[in-house]
């Protein structure tokens, strides 16, 4: 089982480069087995749809604009997506999430799995720094997607400092 964890985001427009930020964050703090990618998709969008087509689970994590406040993480399921159960405008590039998996069942490609965790941002001031509530928002998300990858039946252990 081929597992992506696309982390999307703008690394200049501080609390909107959240993504990315995560997936680096699990590079760093986590030992990643084989079958599980980390992908920092940037601001990339609809470019990387056969990053969906590849895998059999996604786990999408971005900022997304909700009712909340800075901090507050909400988990979405393809269904909320296509359904349009989310805000329309997910962040700030919009990533065009609904549309990538638009484009995949337009050629047929098999429909993985997906996640997606998003996270009300604080700040999209320029900057390359999170703020303090999505700083805390990054191990907060690390939480959740290591209980989903164990409900997949993969481990995934912190590296020793």
């Given at each position: 089982m081929q597992?992506?964890?696309y982390?999307a985001g703008?690394?200049?427009?501080?609390d909107?480069?959240?993504?990315?930020?995560?997936?680096r964050?699990?590079e760093?703090?986590?030992?990643?087995?084989?079958n599980?990618?980390?992908?920092?998709?940037?601001?990339l969008?609809i470019m990387?749809?056969?990053k969906?087509?590849?895998?059999?689970?996604?786990?999408?994590?971005?900022?997304?604009?909700?009712e909340?406040?800075?901090?507050?993480?909400?988990?979405y399921?393809?269904?909320?997506?296509?359904?349009?159960?989310?805000?329309?405008?997910?962040?700030?590039?919009?990533?065009?999430?609904?549309?990538?998996?638009?484009?995949?069942?337009?050629?047929?490609a098999?429909?993985p799995d997906?996640?997606?965790?998003?996270?009300v941002?604080?700040?999209?001031?320029?900057?390359?720094?999170?703020?303090p509530?999505?700083?805390?928002?990054?191990e907060?998300?690390?939480?959740?997607?290591?209980?989903q990858?164990?409900?997949?039946?993969?481990?995934?252990?912190?590296?020793?400092?």
């Amino acid at each position: 089982m081929q597992i992506l964890i696309y982390g999307a985001g703008n690394l200049i427009l501080s609390d909107e480069g959240f993504g990315v930020h995560f997936v680096r964050h699990m590079e760093k703090q986590y030992q990643i087995p084989e079958n599980v990618e980390l992908y920092d998709g940037g601001t990339l969008g609809i470019m990387v749809h056969f990053k969906f087509e590849e895998a059999d689970k996604v786990i999408l994590v971005d900022v997304v604009q909700a009712e909340g406040k800075p901090g507050d993480i909400f988990r979405y399921e393809r269904e909320d997506i296509m359904l349009k159960k989310i805000p329309v405008k997910m962040s700030p590039h919009q990533i065009g999430l609904q549309e990538m998996l638009l484009i995949s069942e337009m050629r047929d490609a098999p429909k993985p799995d997906l996640t997606f965790y998003g996270i009300v941002a604080g700040s999209l001031d320029p900057g390359d720094q999170l703020t303090p509530p999505l700083e805390a928002g990054l191990e907060k998300v690390a939480a959740l997607v290591i209980e989903q990858l164990k409900s997949f039946g993969v481990e995934i252990k912190r590296k020793e400092s």
